[in-house]
């Protein structure tokens, strides 16, 4: 029996996962928020989202996020999260509930008082997929949407190097119980604003090639927002543009926040471990896709992702 279904009668519940929630922390949430419901268990959701949760995302059932959360909780379920600080706001209620419940697939989850973790997974959803069948129980087609949401996403549409024959076994699952996978790869990369479009051009300006090391960077500044009347949540894409670049081997974005700060986006297409590169930051993921937050200058920044890169050499 799954631990994520066990005595859950008369308690005060939390859903979450990592601060800003992607389509991994968003689906498999929210999923695991719908069989709650289904089976008559009641629970928040919450994350701390700043600024507004990327549209592209919206086939979600978002209207299943609160907007507040109670003063403590029994047990709160983390999804996606491998360390409470990424929890942003929320990160006290964790530390204050009497169990703490992760489903994870990042390296090294540094919390939790029950971990299902599998760190070989493409995505959370695919853990959490393994403990709903595990558990027996049926997947409806909006449980499938928000599984398949993760599965897409973190596997960057079944290309990246996560992407095993388990990945496929359970898409072909989720497209039988109803996933609507035109839908969803249409909705999350096929339909991008004007605006956004058009802060590409800049940001693919802005590409910059070291052949040496074969690293492709570039920034978004608080002030292009302002200039292309974009959200910061609409370009999540962007880093997927850079990465494009055949001559290299690891792509950086870096996006100026609103406190002037600085989120790196890193990803790899061969050896070099982004993950170990993010760590440095404090930062974290996955071998081919990390991030992390720095308050040091795009250059300064650039200079330490070169020098991490150079000692995997
Ligand atoms: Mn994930």
């Known amino acids: 029996m799954s631990e994520l279904f066990l005595n859950l009668e ?4 939390l859903i979450t996962g990592h601060v800003n929630p992607d389509g991994d922390a968003l689906g498999s949430a929210l999923a695991y928020k719908i069989i709650l419901n289904e089976l008559g268990i009641e629970s928040d959701v919450c994350f701390d989202i700043k600024g ?3 549209s592209n995302l919206n086939h979600l059932p978002f209207d299943l996020i609160d907007d507040s959360v109670a003063n403590q909780y029994d047990r709160v379920f983390v999804f996606d999260c491998g360390n409470s600080d990424r929890l942003g706001k929320y990160e006290y209620l964790a530390s ?3 169990e703490v419940v992760v489903v994870d697939h990042h390296i090294n ?3 939790g008082d029950i971990k ?5 997974a493409a995505s959370t959803t695919q ?3 393994r403990e709903i069948k595990k558990y027996g129980y049926e997947i409806s087609k909006e449980i499938a949407n928000c599984l398949m949401t993760g599965l897409v996403t973190d596997t960057g549409r079944f290309q990246y190097s996560n992407t095993d024959s388990e990945v496929f076994n359970i898409a072909s699952e989720l497209m039988l119980a109803g996933a609507e996978l035109t839908k969803i790869s249409e909705n999350i990369y096929g339909s991008i604003e004007m605006s956004g479009v058009k802060m590409q051009s800049l940001i693919i300006d802005r590409i910059e090639l070291d052949e040496e090391i074969a690293l492709v960077t570039s920034f978004v500044l608080q002030e292009d927002y302002k200039r292309f009347g974009v959200k910061e949540s609409e370009v999540d894409f962007l880093i997927d543009v850079i990465r494009l670049v055949k001559e290299s081997n690891v792509a950086l ?3 100026e926040q609103i406190d002037g700060t600085f989120k790196g986006s890193l990803r790899s297409r061969n050896d070099i471990d982004v993950q170990l590169v ?3 930051f404090g930062g974290g993921g996955h071998k081919a896709a990390s991030g992390f937050s720095s308050s040091e200058s795009f250059e300064k920044i650039k200079l330490r992702v070169k020098k991490s890169i150079e000692s995997q050499f």
């Open 52 to 54: 507004s949760l990327p």
């Open 116 to 120: 299902i973790i599998d760190t070989t």
């Open 278 to 280: 993010a760590s440095e």
């Open 253 to 255: 974005l870096v996006k």
């Open 96 to 98: 204050e509930a009497k």
């Open 109 to 111: 989850p540094t919390f």
């Open 127 to 129: 853990v959490l997929f």
């Open 10 to 13: 008369n308690k005060k519940i």
